[in-house]
């Protein structure tokens, strides 16, 4: 490059130098590069600040140079120069030592053509390789600024919409596919050694190789994300490759915007690369932090008002539909065009179409109990009101409403005593002025609702859920037994309490909290909630399992055989209990003289402690009594105990829709 150097306000002679540079800062002499030389020689000519044009008749700007250069001069920062052939060509001015480069107007650059004859010779303001490269930083601006984000953000944000992958996959494969394109269109028309690249181009283009290479290894480790997420159940795979997924999709996000810095300085256009910058980081940081706080609901993000929906229609819908539905907390949801979108894989969706999500969501169940418990954040918890498609209203009549102003999304009970049932279970007896439990007939659909507790331990909210129980456990156990010596186990309990049992658990924030609690004390609970056991009506066939706590939704279905013990029924319940050790069961003495009265034909009932039910070969005994074809059974325990009597269940023959798992 040369650049033709002049000043003042006077007519004054011209001088030369020979410079370099590949981008629109001001150049160097050839002489501060490695190597460079001086090549420009024989130079006249003057500077006229004020010739006037005999084309225009105005005044203007005059400069006349006259040079030699050898076309090839051997010095790597020269261009050689071919005879009738086209080159690029730059011009430009200096206003003075401190002020730098400047364009001279508005067609900084062109191509010049020397030739051996005067007809051959030409010169294009226009055609340029430059104009190739704004083409190139237009597109790159395009692509990386606002397709990559907008990749970026559907798949962060909008994970519940059917649509969100497609948006996600055509959005970044026309980023791969663009930018793959146009970087090699940019090399192909402007591909300088390396050696004679300068500093901002030199990184520029370091960085767009490097960016090339990395989306497509990052197109190939999405679709491998996807397909894991789709077929696979090893957790530890899928989450390996999705944290992969992420951290090299943000990395290329930084390391393009980067590179458009460079490119904008390079163009000299600063100024519109900070603006649009600027526009798109605010953009992501606004949906981000509406992500996180949830400040901002604009009308279409909204939770819609939702219709009303019962239980026991939404698993009709499953069992007849094949509906992906599951409940969480009073809301059902829609998972089926979340369950590949699942961070931790859809085969944890997938294995709990049916069942209430809130136990996972809060931390205290794992899917199929092969992972430890996983509290969820809070923009998970908003996921599900994006996936709801319907509302399940509280059972009416559970609890008498003593106060229509209160509400049973937030419900103050106070502790009225705790009884210790074995050395780690308690029975909390609680109540409300504002609410009473129903002392009408125990309707079927009440049993097996559970309550969510919540406690603010350590400045954190901590939610747990707990099943509630109607019978009252003082007065069965005097009926079973006049000697009193049962109804000396179970404290008697006043009319309208709520009755909840808990096991006591080291390291448990609520359970420990709960046994902290003295008498006036008060809990903070929602509910009832859940589908519960789903039952219409007393009657049919059915098993039940039980795994520690797991056994308290099962005392109202054996107390109601217990009362209607001389009224024809057609309730037959079969009940697995199990116990780590003998010295955690409770409640035992309850249910074992009740089947003893009432006979097996009406209340079987088998309890086992760990090493019992290796003795009695109990998954066999398990498949025995799936192949008898009941009309449901339940399943309720820890998540490990549930996916394990639910797989020999479906071994025994007893199909998925039948299995109810709480």
Same mark, same amino acid.
């Given at each position: ?11 004054s002679p011209i001088f030369l130098i020979d410079l ?103 010169? =294009?303001? !226009? ?5 190739? *490269? &704004? /083409?190139? +930083?237009?597109? @790159?601006?395009? $692509? ?123 163009? =000299?256009? !600063? ?5 649009? *910058? &600027? /526009?798109? +980081?605010?953009? @992501?940081?606004? $949906? ?94 908003d996921y599900t009101k994006k996936l709801a498609i ?30 210790? *049932? ?241």
């Amino acid at each position: 490059m040369y650049v033709a150097i002049g000043g003042g306000d006077t007519v004054s002679p011209i001088f030369l130098i020979d410079l370099w540079s590949e981008n629109h800062d001001e150049p160097s002499e050839d002489t501060d590069y490695w190597s460079g030389t001086e090549d420009v020689i024989d130079v006249t000519g003057y500077y006229d600040p004020s010739y006037l044009d005999p084309a225009t008749g105005e005044t203007t700007t005059f400069i006349n140079a006259t040079f030699s250069r050898l076309l090839n001069t051997g010095d790597i920062w020269d261009t050689i120069i071919e005879a009738d052939k086209h080159i690029d060509i730059n011009w430009g001015y200096k206003k003075g030592k401190k002020f730098g480069f400047d364009e001279h107007d508005s067609y900084s650059q062109g191509r010049i053509k020397f030739a051996r004859s005067a007809d051959n010779e030409s010169f =294009s303001k !226009e055609d340029s390789k430059y104009f190739g *490269l &704004a /083409i190139h +930083l237009v597109l @790159m601006t395009i $692509f990386w600024t606002i397709m990559a984000p907008i990749a970026i953000m559907v798949a962060r944000y909008g994970k519940h919409l059917k649509c969100w992958y497609w948006c996600h996959l055509i959005s970044f494969a026309i980023v791969i596919i663009g930018t793959i394109i146009s970087v090699s269109y940019a090399y192909q028309i402007h591909h300088t050694p390396t050696v004679q690249t300068t500093k901002k181009p030199r990184y520029h283009s370091r960085l767009g190789f490097i960016i090339t290479c990395l989306i497509l290894g990052q197109g190939f480790i999405g679709l491998i994300c996807k397909f894991l997420q789709t077929k696979s159940s090893v957790f530890s795979i899928i989450s390996q490759v999705r944290r992969a997924h992420k951290a090299i999709g943000y990395g290329l996000l930084i390391l393009a915007l980067m590179n458009n810095t460079y490119g904008f300085a390079i163009m =000299s256009m !600063e100024i519109v690369h900070d603006i649009m *910058l &600027a /526009i798109c +980081l605010a953009i @992501m940081f606004l $949906f981000e932090l509406r992500h996180q706080l949830s400040f901002w609901k604009p009308g279409f993000l909204c939770l819609k008002k939702l219709p009303e929906m019962s239980h026991q229609e939404a698993m009709e819908m499953i069992e007849k539909e094949g509906a992906k539905l599951m409940f969480c907390d009073e809301l059902v949801m829609n998972i089926g065009p979340f369950i590949t979108s699942h961070p931790g894989g859809g085969y944890m969706l997938r294995d709990t179409i049916g069942e209430d999500a809130g136990k996972y969501m809060v931390g205290c169940s794992s899917i199929n109990g092969e992972l430890m418990p996983y509290a969820h954040s809070r923009p998970a918890f908003d996921y599900t009101k994006k996936l709801a498609i319907a509302k399940v209203p509280y059972p009416e009549g559970y609890l008498e409403k003593l106060d229509e102003s209160e509400t049973n999304n937030l419900m103050h009970w106070a502790v009225s005593f705790q009884h210790a *049932l074995n050395e780690t279970t308690r029975l909390i007896s609680l109540s409300s002025p504002h609410f009473r439990l129903s002392q009408e007939q125990l309707q079927p659909s009440y049993i097996g609702k559970h309550f969510k507790v919540t406690a603010k331990i350590g400045g954190t909210a901590i939610s747990r859920y707990y099943s509630a129980f109607f019978a009252d456990l003082h007065s069965w156990a005097q009926e079973l037994d006049n000697s009193g010596k049962l109804s000396n186990n179970y404290p008697a309990c006043s009319e309208g309490n709520l009755q909840l049992i808990y096991r006591v658990y080291g390291l448990g924030k609520i359970t420990q909290y709960l046994s902290n609690l003295s008498a006036e004390n008060i809990v903070e609970l929602k509910g009832p909630l859940g589908p519960g056991l789903l039952l219409n009506n007393y009657s049919g066939n059915y098993l039940g399992f039980a795994g520690g706590t797991g056994i308290i939704p099962f005392l109202d279905v054996v107390h109601y055989l217990w009362l209607s013990k001389d009224n024809p029924s057609s309730l037959k319940l079969t009940l697995f209990a199990s116990f780590r050790t003998v010295e955690d069961a409770f409640c035992i003495d309850l249910l074992e003289e009740t089947s003893r009265i009432l006979g097996e034909d009406k209340f079987k009932f088998v309890v086992m402690v760990d090493k019992q039910a290796k003795d009695m070969n109990f998954p066999e005994i398990i498949k025995k009594y799936a192949g008898s074809n009941p009309d449901r059974a339940w399943v309720c325990g820890p998540s490990g105990y549930n996916n394990f009597i639910k797989s020999l269940l479906i071994e025994g023959g007893l199909g998925r829709k039948k299995i109810i798992v709480m």
